[in-house]
Every structure is written in C-alpha cells, then in structure tokens.
C-alpha cells in the first residue's frame, strides 16, 4: 500500500479536475494542441488530464516523447479501447491496425501490411514508377487549369488517393470521376466527426452509443464511408483468382482462405474492411495534407520556390521526371520538404497511445492503461532544438555547408513501435509530386487574393484553411 501511495505522489500535475466531467472543460477539442501548449507551459513537459474518468497524460518536448517512445518502447506501445468505432465492426478480433490493441493480431497484420505493400512495389522501382506515373497525371490535370486560379486541393488528394487505390485495390480513379469525389467528400467528414467534445464523451461515456439513432448520427460520414469500402471489398471477392494476384486485397482474401487459424491470426472479413480502411485514411489524408502546405508555403515564399526550382533544373534538368536518386543531390528541395512537415504540423497530437504496464516518465509515475498523448507539435516545434520554430526556415535542415542533417527532432512520423509503417512511401510521394509540379510549374497568389491564412484547420490532421492558386508554366 505504501508503495502504491509512494507512486501515485509521483503522478503528473494538471489543472483542477472536476466531479464526474474531470478536466474536460478546460480543453478546446476543436484545437487540442492550443490548449495543450497553455498546459505544457504552466505544468512543464508531463501533465495529466481527465476525461470524466480516464486518466489521460500528455508527453511535450522531444527529450519526453523520445523518452517514452524510443527508450520505453513497449511501454508505450498500446492503444486505448474507443467504443465509438464499435458501431463500424470493431471487435475483439477485428481492430485493423490504427486502433488495434499492442499484441499478437496487431503484429500480425502490421507485418504482414508493411511485407505486402512492399512486395507491390513500396520502397521498390515499381512503386517509384506508379508514383511517377501518377505525378504525369498530375501535371496534366494542372495544365489544363491555364493558370487561371484554382483549389489544388481536390487534385492532389486525388493524386495521392490514386497511389493507395492502386496498392489496394488495383485501380485508379480519373480526376473528376464522380464516384471518387463522393469518395473524398465521405473522407473529409469522417475526420471532422472525429473531433470535437461529443466524440470524446461518447468514448468515456460509452452507454451513450446505445441510445437508438446516436452512432448513426454522430458518425454518418464514417458509416457511409465503410460501405463503400464494402463495395469495393465484394467486387474483388467476386473475381479474386489464386492464380492471379493482383493487389493487396487479393493477397488478404488468399490468407483469409487459410481457414480458422488465418481467422486467429487477424485475417477475416472484418479486419480486411478495417484494415483497408485505415491504409486509406492514414495514407492519403496526411501525405495530401503535406503537399497542400508545401504549395501553400511555396506562394508565401516565392525565393524558397526560385531556389528549389534552381536547384531541380540544375540536377534533373526541364524534361527528365524526377526519380528518388535524385534526392540525394538536391540537399535545398529535401530540407524544405522536411521543413514543410515540420513546420505545417500535419498530426499535431499524434495517435492516442496506452501505458501497457505502470511506467515512468522523467520521475513522473504512469500507471498501466493510461491514455497517453504524445504532443508531436511540441516536438516539431520544441523552443530548445529549433532556432526558428515558429517560421518556415529550410535552413533547419542544412549544415553550414549546405547539406542535408536531419536533426533527430524530427518526429512527423512519431517513433517506436507504434511509429508510421508508410513513412517509406509518404517520403516518395512528398519527393517525386512536389519536384514534379515545380519542374513544371511556378506558383503563385493569384491577383487581388488576400494573403492565405497560414495557422491550421485541426480535423486529426492540421490542414492549410483552402486557397486560390495560379500556376504557371516554366
Ligand atoms: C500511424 C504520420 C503517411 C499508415 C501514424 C502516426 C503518425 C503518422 C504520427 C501515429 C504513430 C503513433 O501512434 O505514434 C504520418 C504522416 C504521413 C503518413 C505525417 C505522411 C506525410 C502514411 C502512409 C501510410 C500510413 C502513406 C500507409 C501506407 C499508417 C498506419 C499507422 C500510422 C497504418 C498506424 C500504425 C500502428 O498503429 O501500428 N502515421 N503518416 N501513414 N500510419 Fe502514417
């Protein structure tokens, strides 16, 4: 008992918690890292929440996240139960990845995830190829534009849905194609469904759900959204062919005919859905994200932009499409890559983690099952490693000489066990899409539009506010 008391003196400090709600008032949920950079300030680098009666601790400062997720890997490598996906087919046996809880299913598929894409082509030439071919796409869609103003939004995001589409299912969609614009529209709303108070309540207040009507309601874009992965999913069953394996679903149907031990392993109808699912909302929201705040980065800084595309004509040239060989010679274009991850903090909170056992961070006791936030905006912009955190400054990623350092703050994928499985492919998308439409184009404020905007929009990713932009071909 003394013991036990001797620990929790070492608990983290936080602001008042109140009878049943906790400390649920005191955070905006519409922008968690605003009010979480308030608390970093008052309570230091570990503080504790409470959601009515889940004990919540959010980690800030590099030296803490590295602490918790390199040094305690296992440690920190679960996930807390969010009763609201229920109503999507979660269960004990079917979590996907995102969500799953850290254990044998979880491994299971994240291997066999990461060992999949990567046979059709991730990290590899094939997949270089499609991702080039794609940025041609791209170019085109761009071009018949004319320079006059435009929302590169729903072309980018088509470009980098394409890629998983392809991966996935085998197949891309046109720009313009109806059905996929549905698609996207289904995807943003899913996300903004994810934020706010009422998702956070009905998740520690769970008997909510079970009023008739609230799941579908609450969730409407979620549950839309997974019935058109449904369609897709069947369409495949109905041609799938063990002698010609296509894509990853085929190679996820081919484990699931395994029979009752597969079903063991993670490998069954549901988690093929939820699994699909997350490749989907973890792979192309993020990255199109990026590039969007590349672009956006790229108008607010025109002689960043005239360096890049300096340094492209100077080591790819006007015509040849870039290749990921060539990033190793272009030191400029890959530090403002990673400063534009850097500075447009794309998951500013991470992915919520769970304590797997009773741990300690810097001194502070973390009991087991405990949410744990890490506060990666905190990181990417910690005041003790950046010389310029709040200011897009390439030169972060330069040494005197003008070479790439990748300083080890640099945690937009986060790190340990739990850290992005699709880092590999994102990188290559970010490199070959953006050097593409700068070889191609200059891009620029179109006349009369006010300055863009250049805080964030916060639905789980932190997303540029829309913008008009012109481009202009070189
Ligand atoms: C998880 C960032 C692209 C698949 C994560 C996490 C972050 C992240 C911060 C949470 C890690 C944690 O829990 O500590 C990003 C960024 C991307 C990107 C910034 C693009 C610029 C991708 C792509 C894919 C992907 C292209 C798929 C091919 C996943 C999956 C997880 C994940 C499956 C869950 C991993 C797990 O729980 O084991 N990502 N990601 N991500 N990401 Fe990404």
């Known amino acids: 008992f003394m013991k036990r008391r001797k620990k929790w003196s070492r608990y983290p400090p936080g602001p008042v918690s109140l009878p049943f709600i906790g400390t649920m008032l005191h955070v905006d949920f519409r922008r968690p890292h605003v009010s979480f950079r308030q608390f970093h300030k008052k309570f230091g680098n570990v503080f504790n929440l409470q959601n009515c009666w889940t004990n919540v601790v959010v980690l800030n400062g590099y030296q803490t996240v590295k602490d918790a997720l390199v040094h305690k890997s296992e440690d920190f490598a679960d996930r807390p139960y969010f009763p609201v996906y229920e109503h999507l087919g979660y269960g004990s046996k079917s979590e996907g990845i995102i969500v799953a809880k850290y254990g044998p299913i979880w ?5 066999f995830t990461l060992s999949t894409l990567r046979n059709f082509g991730m990290g590899k030439k094939s997949l270089e190829e499609r991702v080039t071919e794609e940025a041609g796409f791209l170019c085109s869609a761009v071009e018949s534009e004319e320079g006059k103003p435009f929302d590169l939004r729903f072309l980018v995001n088509n470009a980098v849905c394409n890629v998983i589409c392809t991966t996935v299912y085998g197949e891309r969609f046109n720009y313009g194609d109806e059905t996929f614009k549905m698609m996207l529209h289904l995807f943003e709303s899913s996300l903004n469904e994810e934020t706010g108070f009422l998702p956070q309540l009905l998740n520690v207040l769970p008997i909510l ?23 897709l999913i069947e369409k495949h069953m109905e041609t799938w062919n063990p002698a010609h394996i296509r ?75 870039p290749t990921m060989k060539d990033q190793v010679s272009m030191p400029y274009t890959n530090a403002v890559i990673h400063e534009v991850q850097r500075c447009g903090d794309i998951v500013p909170v991470g992915l919520p983690h769970m304590t797997y056992r009773d741990t300690e961070v810097q001194g502070f006791f973390i009991p087991k099952g405990t949410t744990v936030i890490t506060n990666l905006s905190s990181v990417l912009k910690d005041e003790t490693v950046w010389e310029k955190p709040n200011e897009f400054y390439p030169e972060h990623f330069l040494d005197a000489n003008g070479q790439f350092v990748k300083p080890e703050a640099f945690l937009p994928f986060s790190a340990g066990r739990r850290a992005c499985p699709g880092e590999q492919l994102a990188r290559m998308e970010l490199f070959i899409f953006f050097t593409t439409l700068m070889q191609k184009f200059t891009f620029a404020l179109p006349e009369d539009q006010p300055r863009p905007w250049e805080d964030g929009h916060f639905a789980l990713t932190n997303a540029p506010h829309p913008y008009l932009i012109r481009a202009v071909p070189r």
């Open 107 to 111: 491994k299971e598929l994240r291997r």
């Open 247 to 321: 894509d990853f679903t085929d190679v996820f149907l081919t484990e699931m005919k395994k029979g009752k031990e597969a079903e063991e392993r993670g490998f069954n109808y549901n988690n093929l859905r939820l699994v699909t699912a997350d490749l989907f909302i973890a792979g192309s929201e993020t990255t199109s994200t990026t590039l969007r705040w590349a672009f956006l980065y790229m108008l607010l800084h025109p002689e960043i932009q005239s360096k890049v595309q300096a340094e492209i004509d100077k080591v790819i040239g006007k015509e040849k499409p």
């Open 209 to 231: 759900l079970r009023i008739p009507g609230v799941p579908q309601m609450v969730f409407r874009g979620q549950k839309v959204f997974m019935d058109f992965i449904d369609v």
